[in-house]
Nanobody, 124 residues
Framework: QVQLVESGGGLVQPGGSLRLSCAAHGSIFSINAMGWYRQAPGNERGLVAHITNDGSTNYADSVKGRFIISRDNAKNTLSLQMNSLKPEDTAVYYC??????????????????WGRGTLVAVSS
């Protein structure tokens, strides 16, 4: 059993900053990667950024230079620092984890988990 809980969403003015957090709870043995995705009404869910177990990061072109993803391995938490926010960043942001419980590890197969999401609204 693994659960992801996002927090930090809210209303922010264009050009402002916001920091999202994702806490992973449960019997987590190992993590391959964690990432942030977002979805606006009527749109497909898309990748914002992700970070692998070796610290490598990837970003969507639309957020490069503005967002920074980071992970606290000791606490199994994921963060997204969002700077220079634009109205088009408005969406529900979801946390994703690809990893293992101990039983998953012994079985040799990782499992993907999703949080329920947190709303970010960028408006003046």
């Amino acid at each position: 059993q693994v659960q992801l809980v996002e927090s930090g969403g809210g209303l922010v003015q264009p050009g402002g900053s916001l920091r999202l957090s994702c806490a992973a709870h449960g019997s987590i043995f190992s993590i391959n990667a964690m990432g942030w995705y977002r979805q606006a009404p009527g749109n497909e869910r898309g990748l914002v950024a992700h970070i692998t177990n070796d610290g490598s990061t990837n970003y969507a072109d639309s957020v490069k230079g503005r967002f920074i993803i980071s992970r606290d391995n000791a606490k199994n938490t994921l963060s997204l620092q969002m700077n220079s926010l634009k109205p088009e960043d408005t969406a529900v942001y979801y946390c994703n984890l690809d990893g293992y419980t101990y039983s998953d590890y012994r079985a040799g197969s990782s499992v993907g988990y999703w949080g329920r999401g947190t709303l970010v609204a960028v408006s003046s």
